[in-house]
Structure formats: C-alpha cells, structure tokens
C-alpha cells in the first residue's frame, strides 16, 4: 500500500479531469490534515488533534500523522499507506457492525455560489485490515455545522425537515468498488451550487442494510476502514456544458490513467455498458483537443499461458480502439501496446486482484507515441 495512482471513477456524478482557474481559492480548510494541536497519540482524537476539523456525529475518527509513533504514517493500526500529500491523513469507518459511522467535517472558508460549478477532488486508500469495500460514499454540504448524537449513520432523519441546514447530498459511486489497498484512488466531480453550502461532510449515509459492500480477502466481519487526504474544493473553470459526464479541460500529459469501469470478464475482450460508458468520456476529451494522441496499454491477470495471454491483451487494445474510431476518433491518433499478465497492479491469487489487472490504461500524449519512440 504504498503507491499513489490515478482513479477515474464511472459515478452517479461526474467524476473527471477538469481545468481550474489559475491560483484558484481551495475553499476547504486544513485540506491536507498538516495542521494540527498536537501529534496524535490516540485513536478515536481527530477532533482534539487536527485544526480546522471536527465529526458531525459521536463516530470517533482518527487522525494519523507521521510525527507519531502511535498514530503514524506510513504504518498504523488499520495497513500502511504513506500520505498522498504531506505528511497526515484521516482515517474512518465507512461501515460496520450495528452501523457504526464515522464522519470528518469542515466549515467552508465561505459559502458557495448559486447556480456556480465547483470542483471537488480528493485521495481515497482502502485500509488493509478492512474486511468490506463500498462501492458509494457520500459528500453532504449544510448550511451549517451538524451535531448529532449518534455512532451510527448519518440518516435522513438528521438533516431532511430541517430547513435550517439546507442540505446538499451528493453520490459519489464507483462501477465496482472503491477496494484500493495499495494505491490511492483519486476522486473529482463537477456539481452546480445551490447557495446553501457552507459545510462539507465526507463519509457513508446509509445504514448497512441499504450499502452496497465487496467482501476482501480477509473472513472478519470489522468493516471498511478508509483513509482519506487531499480535499480540495475549487470553482471549476471548465465550459459550462457538462452534457456528457465528460473528460474536458486541462488534461495531464504523460500520465497514466486506469478508469475503474473499463476492466474485462476473464478470457474476454469485449466492453462492457459501463466501460462503453467511459469510453465515451475519454473520446470527448481528445474531440476537445486535436493536439493530443492517445496510447492504449492492455493488460490481463497471470491465468493462461503467456503468448496466449499478450494476444488477449493486444485484443482488449483493439476493441477500446474499434470504440473510440467508432465514435469518430481518427485512427491516426490511437497507439496501442500490450503487456499480458507482465505488469500486474494487484496480487493475482484472489479473484479481486486477477479482477484490477485485466485492464486497459490510458496514456494521454501531446505527440504521436511512435514518432516519440523514433525521436
């Protein structure tokens, strides 16, 4: 769990790459959990020990900085993961038993603008002692701070009929899960404002009857323990039409990308709804821009032989290719490569890891990748 990677979620919202203004306002405090009152010593002290922090319920969260030897980073209690910026991170339970919640909640440096387009991103790692995935987690905005008397979830009850919080939820879903242990997976969605928000409350509102839950490898039932670093909230900057849940805006060159959605059934290489769904994204993304190429990159788990293996690869290639000039992506601008089972982001020995490596990466070029190769 050590390694920090690009996520792309295929949500209920829209998760994407989008251009912000230059020296644009982070409205969320502290974004980073660098801050605090003092090293944390104890769990359950993220209110005690962070600036600009604090839990809406009696859920106790807990705070993780690399000055501590209790409470560290990269090794604590719940896995290893080193920070994804700085130093310290958040840490909670998104489910449990008896619908144990935890939350983390800030007051925005100010309100938001009715009608305006804000971005919000941040960095999401599963725990390794985490027992359950989700695949939802929900960002709540009020108009003010909320106090509740409960460890377990943050229900309706709390929030609707209380005019006076003016809520705002928002879904945040993934095409299968959020189960990540070893990289962090970076969240980015585009909403319009309504006025109301002026608080932010990240965590899961349902009760464990009504979550939507993957099984890890482990066999106890103490729940799904997440990390959480990098929030940051900006107005976006973007074109205003956001029609198609679309990838727009300021790119990043030379980086690989993983959209989550766009994984295949084993010995298959056909696309499925939601990885056609993707692909749609990606392609209004290079129509935007006619400068950029694209390089695909397949990849397949370690079960069959290995020449058998690379053709399925190349396979899985050419249909994400076969869609895109489809949709009217000239050929000229795709490349392709494949790797087999030789580059593996997961373990293969559980059907969750064999899952994650048969896939298909993105790399995104400001020049055609062979002439690249040539030069």
Not at 18 to 23: D, F, K, S, Y
Not at 60 to 69: A, I, M, N, P, V
Not at 116 to 131: G, I, K, V
Not at 314 to 325: D, I, M, N, S, T
């Amino acid at each position: 769990m050590r390694g920090i990677g690009h996520y792309l979620g295929a949500a209920c919202l829209l998760f994407t790459l989008v251009a912000v203004p230059a020296g644009a306002q982070n409205l969320v405090p502290n974004p980073g959990f660098e801050g605090y009152s003092r090293c944390p010593r104890f769990l359950g002290n993220f209110e005690a020990d962070i600036i600009g922090w604090d839990c809406p319920t009696q859920g106790s969260t807990d705070y993780f900085h690399r000055c501590s030897e209790d409470m560290g980073t990269p090794e604590n209690f719940n896995g290893e993961q080193r920070a994804a910026e700085g130093e310290g991170y958040a840490g909670f339970y998104a489910y449990a038993p008896g619908d144990y919640r935890e939350y983390v909640q800030a007051q925005l440096a100010e309100p938001l603008e009715d009608g305006r387009q804000y971005r919000l991103r941040f960095s999401l790692s599963l725990a390794e002692r985490s027992d359950f995935a989700l695949n939802t987690l929900h960002v709540l905005f009020t108009a003010k701070p909320m106090r509740v008397g409960t460890k377990k979830n943050l229900a309706r009850r709390y929030w609707l009929g209380h005019p006076e919080l003016k809520p705002h939820q928002l879904d945040i879903a993934a095409s299968a899960s959020f189960a990540d242990t070893e990289n962090w997976m970076h969240l980015d969605t585009v909403f319009t404002a309504r006025g109301t928000e002026a608080n932010l409350i990240i965590g899961n509102l349902l009760p464990n009857a009504r979550t939507r839950t993957f099984r890890t490898n482990r066999r106890s039932n103490k729940g799904a323990y997440y990390y959480l670093d990098g929030i940051v909230l900006e107005p976006y900057a973007g074109n205003g039409d956001t029609g198609r849940e679309s990838l727009v805006g300021d790119i990043p060159k030379d980086s690989l990308l993983v959209l989550p959605s766009l994984l295949f059934e084993f010995d298959a290489h056909q696309l499925t709804d939601a990885g056609k769904e993707a692909l749609h994204r990606v392609y209004d993304a290079l129509r935007s821009d006619l400068s950029l190429f694209l390089e695909l990159r397949g990849h397949t788990d370690s079960r069959g032989a290995p020449a058998y293996n690379q053709q399925l690869s190349e396979q899985r290639c050419r249909a994400v290719a076969r869609y895109l000039e489809g949709l009217g992506l000239d050929s000229v601008r795709i490349r392709w490569i494949g790797f087999g089972a030789a580059r593996p982001v997961a373990g293969n020995s559980s059907e969750s890891g064999r899952r994650r490596n048969r896939r298909v990466e993105f790399l995104i070029r400001s020049e055609d990748p062979v002439q690249a190769r040539q030069n």
